[in-house]
């Protein structure tokens, strides 16, 4: 009975101390240079190595870090253009990674590509993709990079809209050794003024998958088609969107690839620059290419009451963006939106001053097609009046593979800050049981990075404070990234300096 005793403490005990350190936090020192204006871009683990890019004053450079976030390697890419870079993408496998970028060379623009190793050291020579010529000097990407889930395939395009009513759309198709599977170039009619081009996403299967909606000036979309280049075809197939009765906000796309379909949402109007009514949401099926589901989910009086913070019940989700669609493997799916809005002294904020569109996507520069970017590279720039950014509540909803709402959840949260954006809203981590919400909270003064755990049914659970949360850093969640099964790695403001931090979910 004595050893029972013993063992059910012990166990307890564990437990305990296990819970104590659910979430642990490594900080790495900053070099010299790390200062506000680096670029960055979290490139992700391998090995037992964590690699995160660095451009300072058209260096650029790969600093490779320890499991205590020590940097054991700083490799200078000396072989680089000594061009300016327009734009950087990363591609990561287990044990090596692409580094796909472009530059400008006189009125050229170059997309190339290097492979490099876990100590992010080259291992290939840079390769040529593709060239654009163009009249002069841009700031803008020509090219977009796109990966499947699963990174068999990889998608180079560009858009050439110089003729308003007909884009010219350049595609190259790539395997995982960058190798060219198929070319297109085709013709996109834009049959309306106020035609435009969404959210772009790649299969398994390598198609492309986007939508092409009518918006008037900022209005809402008034209509809308699914648009689906097949992966070997030189053509565009259009597929409508029904929108009877009904305006959409903007249209998120998602693939789920497991049950072969693509998951189109958006928040829906029932009239012109009206009130958000609820979530539109359609399951189109990539094999027969028809709908599986189309439906319009209501918000009713108790979830408005919930959500709408400072504003009246009716205009509820007027604030709200759409941020994250994760899907499940049995076809279901969980969306969350945040509330994200401005104010200042000389204008009033709403939705449609935007230039519309998510605060969380940037414009759509269609000179050639330069899409929504979230990391600090691209970040948004300064603002020549004083604007205070406001990030509050975040709703969670759950939905079945037919449309049917499983479960809905709000974490409340008041998070604001003057002249940038950049320490406020969230980042999810998928530790596979839960997922994690991380953002900074006002506590005296400092912001402390919070942890709220989302179990499977729906219940919100703020974690204890992390594990060594240096109250001298100012952590940048919304840049974050998750980089393996129970690892997160967030930048991190410290004095007047950029470091990271490595979270480790037990």
């Known amino acids: 009975m004595k050893n029972m005793k013993t063992k059910l403490f012990l166990i307890v005990l564990l437990a305990v101390f296990d819970a104590a350190y659910a979430q642990k936090i490594v900080y790495s020192e900053s070099d010299k240079d790390d200062n506000r204006k680096m670029n960055f871009e979290i490139i992700g683990k391998m090995g037992n190595n964590f690699l995160i890019y660095k451009s300072i004053r058209n260096e650029n450079f790969i600093s490779v870090y320890d ?15 000594e061009e300016r870079m327009i734009n950087v ?6 044990d090596f990674f692409y580094m796909i970028y472009q530059y400008q060379k006189r009125n050229v623009v170059y997309c190339a590509y290097l492979k490099m190793d876990g100590m992010g050291k080259k291992i290939s020579e840079p390769m040529e993709l593709d060239t654009t010529t163009i009249g002069g000097f841009t700031n803008n990407k020509i090219y977009t990079v796109i990966a499947s889930e699963d990174k068999q395939k990889i998608i180079v395009f560009k858009i050439n809209s110089r003729d308003r009513n007909k884009f010219i759309i350049t595609t190259k198709l790539l ?4 190798q060219l599977l198929h070319k297109s170039i085709l013709t996109m009619p834009m049959d309306e003024r106020n035609d435009n081009l969404g959210e772009f996403v790649l299969d398994n299967e390598g198609n492309l998958v986007f939508s092409k909606f009518y918006r008037q000036g900022n209005e809402n979309i008034s209509k809308a088609y699914i648009v689906v280049k097949k992966a070997t075809n030189d053509a565009f197939d259009f597929y409508n969107i029904n929108l009877e009765k009904i305006y959409l906000d903007e249209l998120r796309v998602k693939v789920d690839n497991y049950n072969h379909r693509y998951l189109f949402t958006s928040f829906y109007y029932n009239q012109r620059r009206g009130s958000i009514e609820g979530l539109y949401f359609q399951a189109f099926n990539s094999i027969n290419s028809k709908a599986e589901f189309e439906k319009a989910f209501v918000f009713n009086d108790d979830l408005r009451e919930e959500a709408r913070g400072d504003a009246n019940k009716r205009m509820a989700f007027n604030d709200y963006f759409i941020r994250n669609i994760i899907i499940k493997n049995d076809g279901g799916f969980i969306l969350d939106a945040e509330a994200f809005y401005t104010t200042s002294k000389a204008n009033a904020w709403n939705r449609w001053d935007y230039m519309y569109g998510s605060p969380f996507l940037s414009p759509i520069d269609y000179y050639y097609y330069s899409p929504y970017y979230s990391n600090w590279m691209w970040r948004r720039g300064g603002n020549n009046q004083s604007v205070r950014y406001h990030a509050d509540n975040l709703v969670i909803f759950s939905f079945d593979k037919n449309g049917g709402l499983g479960w809905n959840n709000i974490i409340s949260k008041e998070q604001y800050d003057d002249d940038t954006d950049d320490r406020i809203s969230y980042q999810v981590m998928n530790t596979g049981g839960q997922l994690h919400f991380l953002f900074n909270q006002q506590v005296r003064k400092n912001l402390l990075l919070s942890d709220y755990a989302l179990s499977p049914d729906g219940a919100i659970t703020p974690n204890p404070t992390l594990k060594n949360l240096d109250r001298g850093h100012e952590f940048l969640p919304k840049y974050g990234k998750q980089v393996s099964a129970r690892q997160f790695i967030a930048p991190c ?12 979910f037990n």
Do not use: G, W
């Not at 976030?69 to 200078?76: A, C, G, L, R, Y």
């Not at 993408?89 to 287990?94: H, I, M, N």
């Not at 403001?493 to 480790?504: E, V």
């Open 175 to 178: 395997n995982d050794k960058l």
């Open 89 to 94: 993408d990363f591609f990561p496998y287990q």
């Open 67 to 81: 499991n205590n976030m020590k940097q054991i390697e700083k490799v200078k890419h000396e072989y680089l253009p």
């Open 493 to 504: 403001l410290y004095r007047n300096y950029i470091c990271f931090a490595k979270i480790d």
